[in-house]
């Protein structure tokens, strides 16, 4: 689970590409979305039985 993260240094913006890149995202440009996302909103993403982590999804928490 990821909340938002905010860029104002390069610094900065080299941990929210770290934290983008630990996601499964083929579907969302995760360094964007963390960076936008609001109050209550996360970037989630869970492990299905065999332990693999599955697409992540935002989503309201």
Request: hydrophobic residues 40%.
């Amino acid at each position: 689970m990821q909340h938002a993260l905010r860029a104002f240094t390069s610094r900065d913006q080299k941990a929210v590409r770290a934290a983008a890149s630990t996601f499964r995202h083929p579907s969302l440009d995760t360094e964007k979305v963390i960076t936008e996302l609001g109050v209550g909103e996360a970037l989630v993403s869970t492990l299905d039985a065999k332990g693999t982590p599955s697409i992540v999804d935002q989503t309201l928490i």
